[in-house]
T-cell receptor, first 115, second 110 residues
Framework: GAGVSQTPSNKVTEKGKYVELRCDPI?????LYWYRQSLGQGPEFLIY????????DSGLPNDRFFAVRPEGSVSTLKIQRTERGDSAVYLC?????????????FGPGTRLLVL | RKEVEQDPGPFNVPEGATVAFNCTYS??????FFWYRQDCRKEPKLLMS???SGNEDGRFTAQLNRASQYISLLIRDSKLSDSATYLC???????????FGAGTTVTVRA
C-alpha cells in the first residue's frame, strides 16, 4: 500500500521567506508526527497530532514554526521568516495508535535549504 | 547528556562477518525501543521493534537490557546491502514522540 508522502521533496528558499511543507500520512493512521533531521544527527521531534489537534508541540523551536492538520489527514508544516539554521530534512511520520504501539513510519522527507 | 546515545562508528566489516553495536538510553521510564535503518539521503525505515525477551528477524537480533539501559543490534552473515546507518529510537511511557540516537554507520565490504 501507499506509504507516507511528502511534498515538495526539495525546497530552496531565501532567508526571511515563508515556506509550507506538506505531509500525507498512511491511510487510516490517526497519529501524525513531524521531525527535523540535520546532517549527522537522528531525527528530532517537532510536533505530534492525534486526529486534528496538536497533542504535543513541545519540539517546535520557536513561534516561527506552526503546523496544522485541519481534517485529520494531511498536515502542513509552516515556517515563517525562514533562517539559514532552519535548513534540514523535515520528516513526517504516521502510526496507527494501538498497533505495535510506538512504531512510526516515515515519509521521504522534504530537504529544505535556506540561502 | 543526550537521552539516546550511539557509537557513530563506522563499523567496517567484510561480507559474511557478524557485527554488533549498542545504544544506551538515559530515561528509565522508556518503554518501547526500535531499530531503524537509514540509507544515504533516504528516510528512516523501521527495521525491528525490540522486545523485552529479545527478538530475531532473519539475520538480525535485537536485545534489551533494562538494568543497564541499553539495546543492541547484531547482524549475522553481513551482506553488502546491509551498509547503512542504524538509528536507535526510544519511546517513553505515556509519550508518543520518539527520541533518536545519532546513528551507527555500518559499511560492509566485498
Amino acid at each position: 500500500g501507499a506509504g507516507v508522502s511528502q511534498t515538495p521533496s526539495n525546497k530552496v528558499t531565501e532567508k526571511g521567506k515563508y515556506v509550507e511543507l506538506r505531509c500525507d500520512p498512511i491511510s487510516g493512521h490517526t497519529a501524525l508526527y513531524w521531525y527535523r533531521q540535520s546532517l549527522g544527527q537522528g531525527p528530532e521531534f517537532l510536533i505530534y497530532f492525534q486526529g486534528t489537534g496538536a497533542a504535543d508541540d513541545s519540539g517546535l523551536p520557536n513561534d516561527r514554526f506552526f503546523a496544522v492538520r485541519p481534517e485529520g489527514s494531511v498536515s502542513t508544516l509552516k515556517i515563517q521568516r525562514t533562517e539559514r539554521g532552519d535548513s534540514a530534512v523535515y520528516l513526517c511520520a504516521s502510526s496507527p495508535l494501538g498497533d505495535r504501539a510506538g512504531a512510526q513510519y516515515f515519509g521521504p522527507g522534504t530537504r529544505l535549504l535556506v540561502l | 547528556r543526550k537521552e539516546v546515545e550511539q557509537d557513530p562508528g563506522p563499523f567496517n566489516v567484510p561480507e559474511g562477518a557478524t557485527v554488533a553495536f549498542n545504544c544506551t538510553y538515559s530515561n528509565s521510564a522508556s518503554q518501547s525501543f526500535f531499530w531503524y535503518r537509514q540509507d544515504c539521503r533516504k528516510e528512516p525505515k523501521l527495521l525491528m521493534s525490540v522486545y523485552s525477551s529479545g527478538n530475531e528477524d532473519g539475520r538480525f537480533t535485537a536485545q534489551l537490557n533494562r538494568a543497564s539501559q541499553y539495546i543492541s543490534l547484531l547482524i549475522r552473515d553481513s551482506k553488502l546491502s546491509d551498509s547503512a546507518t542504524y538509528l536507535c529510537a526510544v519511546l517513553r511511557s505515556n509519550d508518543y514522540k520518539l527520541s533518536f540516537g545519532a546513528g551507527t554507520t555500518v559499511t560492509v565490504r566485498a
